[in-house]
């Protein structure tokens, strides 16, 4: 019995939080959008999606501080780790709904010095990644097989970027990026992707070689010797010359 009185306290528990006037996640907290997200699926103009977003019943606007946290998104409140490779804020349909239906996610990225994002592929959206403060960032990726013709393997692109300038990954590409500022400084990006459920799927996927415990999209000088096995010689090789270019080992 005890367990069926918890189970039935814990489900009028979760009732009261879905009837809940829904709390719109932000940066600056954790919550969980997915019964306001429910709602907005199943209304079918954009109209009554805002009025669930914005207004009390659709009769008056939020008071005014729920109406900032509804429409706005402060990248400067989810700061990045404690670790070198950094943080990335991300404002996708799961942390600010607004964006369902808008095909965009925006990420604000911070890559320490020398620091790597994995390399990966976002399955539905193509990626606009620009640095915005630091610079020299490496970024690499394989387009799909063809680009010389037939069914040959396609060869990598890369270039470096520097402050201001940026690269797009065509959507499906494997990407990595690694941040080999000359002044061994982190780097700020922006990334705008073209799909609110842009998805990430890492390509390391060895354990034999490597670390079977891996996790992280990105990662910093002290967790490197961790993922070292699995990655592109190239990567491993740019990365290494930038940790005893920077001291960093
Ligand atoms: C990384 O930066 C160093 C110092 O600026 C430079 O010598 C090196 O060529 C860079 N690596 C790549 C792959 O561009
Ligand atoms: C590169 O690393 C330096 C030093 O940690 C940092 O100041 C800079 O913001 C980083 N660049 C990127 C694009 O993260
Ligand atoms: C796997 O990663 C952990 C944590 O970084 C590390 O302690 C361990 O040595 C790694 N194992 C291998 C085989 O690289």
């Known amino acids: 019995m005890p367990s069926i009185l918890s189970k039935a306290f814990v489900a009028s528990l979760a009732f009261a939080a879905a009837q809940a006037i829904p709390t719109v996640r932000r940066a600056d907290s954790i919550g969980d959008n997915t019964a306001l997200l429910e709602k907005l699926i199943t209304t079918p103009t954009e109209i ?11 009769k008056e606007l939020l008071d005014p501080e729920s109406l900032v946290k509804a429409t706005t998104f402060d ?4 700061q990045p780790g404690a670790t070198t490779a950094g943080g990335a804020p991300t404002a996708d349909v799961e942390t600010f709904p607004i964006l369902l239906g808008s095909g965009v996610t925006f990420n604000h990225v911070t890559l320490g010095a020398c620091g790597i994002f994995l390399p990966h592929v976002h399955p539905r959206a193509h990626e606009f990644f620009v640095v915005v403060d630091g610079g020299e960032v490496e970024v690499t990726f394989t387009p799909e097989m063809g680009l010389l013709g037939g069914a040959g393997a396609s060869p990598e692109i890369t270039a470096t970027l520097k402050k201001d300038a940026g690269i797009v990954f065509p959507q499906g590409a494997i990407h990595y990026q690694i941040n080999n500022s000359s002044d061994c400084k982190p780097s700020n990006i922006y990334a705008v992707l073209t799909s609110e459920n842009a998805g990430t799927t890492l390509v390391l996927q ?20 961790s993922v070292r096995a699995v990655l592109p010689a190239r990567a491993v090789s740019v990365v290494e010359q930038c940790i005893k270019r920077c001291n960093l080992s």
Do not use: H, M, Y
């Not at 009554?48 to 659709?58: A, I, N, S």
């Not at 990248?75 to 989810?78: A, P, R, T, V, Y």
């Open 48 to 58: 009554k999606r805002q009025q669930k977003l914005w207004t009390k019943d659709g």
């Open 206 to 225: 060895d354990p034999t070689l490597g670390n079977a415990t891996i996790t992280k999209r990105q990662v910093g000088v002290e967790d490197f010797a």
């Open 75 to 78: 990248f400067s409140l989810e």
